[in-house]
């Protein structure tokens, strides 16, 4: 499968961008979908992610409550809501897709084999 991140942009404190990564292929509702996030000179971290089975959701505690990620099987996309950004929020943001990643790995950015190109997310003050 491969995946496009688009979406990010400049925005101030406390406003709102809408990130979505866009897949190929037909058996994308077969893919565990994570965002993850890297500052520079960070290491990459767990934003959210949304698994293949159910749908059910789960979130870094940094941006519980004001990211939300969705998806559209129909239109092969995942989307993330981001709401209340602060400056800590910048850094290039990846999407990521597995079809075999177990729950207890979805945060874990090497159990996935699929990756976007980031884009980038800047919050000024």
């Known amino acids: 499968v491969q995946l496009q991140a688009s979406g990010g942009g400049l925005v101030q404190a406390g406003g709102s961008l809408r990130l979505s990564c866009a897949a190929s292929?037909?058996?994308?509702?077969?893919?565990?979908v994570g965002w993850f996030r890297q500052a520079p000179g960070k290491e990459r971290e767990f934003v959210a992610t949304?698994?293949?089975?159910?749908?059910?959701?789960s979130y870094a505690d940094s941006v519980k409550g004001r990211f939300t990620i969705s998806r559209d099987n129909a239109k092969n996309t995942v989307t993330l809501q981001m709401i209340s950004l602060t400056p800590e929020d910048t850094a290039v943001y990846y999407c990521?897709?597995?079809?075999?990643?177990?729950?207890?790995?979805?945060?874990?950015?090497?159990?996935?084999?699929?990756w976007g190109q980031g884009t980038q997310v800047t919050v000024s003050s």
């Open positions: 292929g037909r058996t994308f509702r077969s893919y565990t």
């Open positions: 990521a897709a597995d079809s075999s990643v177990i729950f207890s790995e979805s945060t874990n950015p090497r159990a996935y084999e699929f």
């Open positions: 949304i698994r293949r089975a159910g749908g059910s959701t």
